[in-house]
């Protein structure tokens, strides 16, 4: 699969990384992330994008752009992967809800950096081939399942973090409910089809909650009826 690219796929990442790290610096005034944190960036190192991208699109795999992975779905910009996994700021033993399990790398990445990953995805087909995927990476700590990511995954509720990979016209109150206090969920708010805000939600350790406008962002809409 790597014959397809033009160069390692460690030097691509690399100098994907420089242009994530300037980009984390370029907006860091809307986004109060100042910088690419060392284990962000050792994360992003780690994970083969190739590997989530179909056979055509190899070339891309290292393009600081969102990618097509069928169902009319897509693969994250990495930047939005990588600024989405610092304000999610998860600490290693946290477990972290993912709604939007698509290629199965976002997951991936964010296996890395914390003890337990639960991934929902609403389309059967994506959710198999990202389990395999995973699988066959030898990534052990991810647990996807098909359904409803609105809802959460109450049997094992409450998460540290939970990151929304696609776009709620409304936050769903199941998943500010299933943040322990102290945690963060990460979600773009808007209507499909226009400009979304990315924004954190902070549950603090009384239970209030805070929310914060991080950037404009777009996003596949998180569609409630199953398949
Ligand atoms: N995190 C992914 C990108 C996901 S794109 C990655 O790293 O590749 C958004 C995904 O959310 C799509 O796969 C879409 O099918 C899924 N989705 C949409 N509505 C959903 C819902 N209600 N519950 C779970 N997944 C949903």
Redesign the pocket.
């Known amino acids: 699969m790597a014959d397809w690219l033009a160069a390692a796929p460690e030097t691509l990442r690399q100098a994907l990384l420089e242009q994530i790290a300037a980009e984390i610096r370029e907006t860091s005034a809307a986004t109060g992330c100042y910088e690419l944190s060392e284990t962000v960036r050792q994360a992003l190192m780690a994970v083969p994008r190739h590997r ?1 991208v179909s056979d055509e699109r190899q070339e891309w795999a290292y393009a600081n752009i969102p990618l097509p ?1 069928g ?1 009319g ?4 910009q990495p930047f939005i ?1 990588a600024l989405m996994t610092g304000l999610l700021l998860p600490d290693p033993a946290a477990t972290v809800l ?10 991936a990445v964010l296996a890395r950096l914390v003890r337990q990953v639960y991934s ?4 059967p087909e ?1 959710a198999r081939t ?1 389990a395999q995927r995973l699988r066959d990476m030898n990534i052990d700590n991810v647990a996807i399942r098909v ?4 809802q959460g995954w109450k049997e094992h509720a409450p998460f540290d973090g939970i990151m929304v ?2 776009a709620a016209p409304n936050i769903p109150p199941a998943l500010v409910q299933q943040l322990k206090p102290g945690g963060r969920l990460v979600i773009p708010v808007g209507e499909p089809g226009r400009t979304q805000d990315l924004q954190v939600i902070h549950k603090d350790g009384q239970g209030a909650v805070f929310s914060r406008s991080v950037l404009p962002v777009v ?6 009826n199953p398949e």
Not at 73 to 76: D, K, L, N, P, V
Request: a negative charge.
């Open positions: 989530f992975i169902r779905q897509t693969i994250s992967v993912e709604i939007g399990t698509g290629s199965g790398y976002q997951a929902i995805e609403r389309i994506l990202a359904g409803d990511g609105g990979t696609a996003f596949v809409p998180l569609i409630q």
